[in-house]
């Protein structure tokens, strides 16, 4: 299913046909993707949908095979390094240094997203006071539980104050308190006009989106507010449509 057409200058994501094979295997099939601004956005399907792989042809960290597309109106096939300037991304795996303080850890971010030297020391303290993690700086990273350690990745994700932030599972192994905790940080990022890109394999954390898409097989199966894809499929829940969709899924 398509998603309705929105003026190009109310998109902070717009894909046509987006398609990345791996020799006969297509894992993103043709997809067409609108993402408003300031919205957020779900980006949802079982194991192997192509979820992380659309999402990393979005950042700019590979190349499509066919298909196009643009992120904060650049082109990411041919702009890829002005698209990583103005995006966040946390992997679904903790990247940093584990080693290293927080405050190391952010000062490290912020010489990889170039951040002016004159703005660091505010920038970085701003990341901090939003995530929580002020009153930790100077813990060693490892020694600290992994919802911390996510708080950090976040704080290290938006110092640059992104205007778009690609989250891929960003609460996986992370205890239900600490899942609504980080949620009400991504709440908090969208409301200063963040663009939020996140997947996620907890469909009631995708009750908090604004809009979700649901990918099948590499292609878009339906797109909408969770309201509206509950009332389309007759569910209760999303994770009544996602079993609903995932039914019709052909890959093993």
Same mark, same amino acid.
């Given at each position: 299913m398509k998603t309705p057409e929105a003026n190009s #200058? %109310?998109?902070? !994501?717009? +894909?046509? &046909?987006? =398609?990345?094979? $791996?020799? =006969? $295997?297509? &894992? @993103?099939?043709? !997809? %067409? !993707?609108? @993402?408003r601004r300031g919205e957020i956005y779900g980006f949802l399907g079982a194991n192997g949908a192509g979820k992380t792989t659309a999402m990393r042809m979005l950042c700019g960290l590979l190349e499509p095979t066919s298909g196009e597309g643009e992120v904060a109106g650049f082109d990411i096939l041919r702009e890829t390094s002005r698209i990583r300037t103005r995006i966040g991304y946390m #992997? /679904?795996?903790?990247?940093l240094y584990p080693d290293l303080t927080l405050r190391e850890?952010?000062?490290l971010s912020a010489e990889l997203y170039d951040i002016p030297r004159r703005q660091v020391a505010e920038r970085l303290r701003d990341a901090a006071h939003r995530t929580g993690i002020e009153p930790l700086l100077d813990r060693r990273t490892g020694d600290?539980?992994?919802g911390w350690q996510q708080r950090l990745s976040l704080a290290c994700a938006t110092a640059h104050h992104p205007s778009i932030l690609f989250l891929d599972e960003p609460t996986g192994s992370v205890d239900p308190l600490s899942r609504r905790e980080f949620w009400d940080l991504i709440r908090s990022e969208a409301s200063r006009g963040t663009t939020i890109f996140v997947t996620t394999h907890y469909m009631d954390e995708a009750e908090y989106c604004d809009r979700v898409c649901f990918l099948v097989d590499g292609r878009v199966a339906d797109v909408g507010t969770p309201g509206e894809l509950k009332r389309r499929h007759a569910a /209760? +829940?999303? /994770?009544? @449509?996602f079993l609903d969709l995932a039914r019709k899924a052909r890959r093993s």
């Open positions: #200058s %109310d998109l902070s !994501i717009r +894909t046509r &046909a987006l =398609t990345r094979r $791996f020799g =006969t $295997f297509t &894992a @993103v099939d043709g !997809i %067409d !993707i609108e @993402v #992997s /679904q795996k903790f990247s850890n952010l000062g600290l539980p992994w /209760q +829940t999303l /994770q009544q @449509v």
